[in-house]
């Protein structure tokens, strides 16, 4: 059974930063891309960053270019990312997702997420 | 950015049938996705490519279109499909979601 759990959310000041770990069991992680979506609160999804198999390739949304980053370590089956320069438009709910890219890339599973409030 | 337009909300009886719309403001070929979110939870894969029914999804569940208009159907709704439902497309970069319908059972 796949599972993916999201862990490092908290309540920070604007302009510090934090960092979001997710840990994934059930799966080869190595054969997946991954990805981050957030969802603010009462709000949509969003898609925040994705990573290649062995992390060589990384995208962003505009957004978040230059603040976040994305990392993946496959010896540990884990998943990261690295928010810096948070703002107040950053806090939401952040979860880690599979990215499928047969179809050009949907999320098939999904962890519960880990919640991200930025406010002084 | 692709930007995709759903109805906000829709109310139905047990046993309906239920049409959830979405729309695309450019061509997205057959690359669209609906994920199911109930409350509390995160969402869950239903719909890949237009209408190909994620594992474990109930028969119940089927999509279709293509280009800018697309449909999720369930049929018959049974109570526990109360959630928010989104749609997301692939085809344009970067990908994006619409904003949910929130299906409500009478």
């Known amino acids: 059974e796949v599972q993916l759990v999201e862990s490092g959310g908290g309540l920070v000041q604007p302009g510090r930063s934090l960092k979001l770990s997710c840990a994934a069991s059930?799966?080869?992680?190595?054969?997946?891309?991954m990805a981050w979506v957030r969802q603010a609160p009462t709000k949509g999804l969003e898609w925040v960053a994705s990573?290649?198999?062995?992390?060589?390739?990384?995208y962003y949304r505009d957004s978040v270019k230059g603040r976040f980053t994305i990392s993946r370590d496959n010896a540990k089956s884990s998943l990261y990312l690295q928010m810096d320069s948070l703002r107040s438009e950053d806090t939401a709910t952040y979860y880690c997702?599979?990215?499928?890219?047969?179809?050009?890339?949907?999320?098939?599973?999904w962890g519960p997420g880990t919640m991200v409030t930025v406010s002084s | 950015d692709t930007v995709l337009t759903q109805s906000p909300a829709l109310a139905v009886s047990p046993g309906e049938r239920v049409s959830i719309s979405c729309r695309a403001s450019e061509g997205v070929n057959s690359y669209m996705h609906w994920y199911q979110q109930k409350p509390g939870q995160q969402p869950k894969l239903l719909i890949y490519k237009a209408s190909n029914l994620a594992s474990g999804v109930p028969a119940r569940f089927s999509g279709s279109g293509s280009g800018t208009d697309f449909t999720l159907t369930i049929d018959p709704v049974e109570a526990d499909d109360t959630a928010t439902y989104f749609c997301?497309?692939?085809?344009?970069?970067?990908?994006?979601f619409g904003g949910g319908t929130k299906l409500e059972l009478k």
């Open positions: 990573i290649s198999y062995d992390g060589g390739s990384t």
């Open positions: 997301q497309q692939s085809w344009n970069d970067p990908r994006t």
């Open positions: 997702t599979t990215l499928q890219l047969r179809s050009r890339g949907y999320f098939d599973f």
């Open positions: 059930g799966f080869t992680f190595s054969d997946y891309y």
